[in-house]
């Protein structure tokens, strides 16, 4: 199956400082479905930030869809976007605009026509149990409400990548359990799937390959049913 995202001896620093990523090399293909795991400060939301295109490498070669993103004229950053869902850490949701409102943006953006936004997007809030927050704003709702439309608005598109930077952190084990359903849903969709988490237990039940930073350093830890557990890395892995 072909490669939607591929990493080859990829390096990056902030100005002058030292490396946070380190001969950084994988590929993933598409439809598939990796957990991003590693402790804190070991490059998870940078490696997050290249995959969508939110930095560029300071070496080594990237290239989503087949195309090597050095390459890209610039014109064409904002199509290849639009192929990406992403949900942040920190939400970046729009503080003016309603729960609704800010999950149809991604679909007003591409033109779709409002009796479908309408239709795709109260669909959706109601699955991850917003049904009544349709017209609130972010900032009077609270944190796990806020994440819940990051995510709506992130998988909205139905993306043919989607990254999510600790989906599951803010909420209930029941609302949880729902988002990886409807993540797992999109996979089978032929979305592929990199989930950023510290959630442990998550990370064993569902037993997905994992992508394991270490003071930003790779590992790949196939899945092959073997939980982490079994793992030589297990007690250190989340």
Not at 26 to 37: R, T, Y
Not at 137 to 160: C, D, E, F, L, Y
């Amino acid at each position: 199956m072909a490669e939607v995202v591929r990493f080859e001896n990829v390096g990056l620093r902030y100005g002058l400082g030292p490396e946070v990523l380190q001969d950084i090399t994988f590929g993933l293909e598409a439809g598939s479905f990796h957990f991003l795991i590693g402790p804190s400060g070991a490059g998870k939301s940078s490696l997050l930030r290249l995959m969508y295109l939110a930095h560029l490498p300071t070496r080594g070669l990237i290239s989503l869809f087949g195309r090597d993103v050095s390459t890209l004229p610039h014109e064409q950053l904002p199509k290849i976007r639009r192929r990406i869902g992403v949900m942040f850490q920190d939400f970046r949701l729009l503080p003016h605009l309603t729960a609704f409102d800010n999950v149809a943006l991604p679909l007003r953006v591409a033109g779709v026509r409002e009796s479908e936004i309408r239709r795709h997007v109260e669909e959706l809030l109601t699955w991850v149990a917003l049904e009544n927050h349709m017209d609130v704003r972010p900032p009077t709702m609270s944190g796990g409400q806020q994440q819940r439309v990051a995510i709506a608005r992130a998988v909205i598109a139905r993306p043919k990548i989607l990254y999510a930077d600790e989906p599951t952190g803010n909420v209930d084990d029941r609302i949880a359990a729902r988002l990886m359903h409807l993540f797992e849903e999109l996979n089978k969709l032929g979305t592929t799937v990199i989930i950023a988490t510290h959630n442990e237990a998550m990370v064993r039940e569902l037993g997905r390959p994992i992508l394991k930073l270490n003071a930003g350093r790779l590992e790949i830890i196939p899945s092959n049913g073997t939980s982490l557990e079994s793992s030589p890395d297990a007690e250190e892995a989340v």
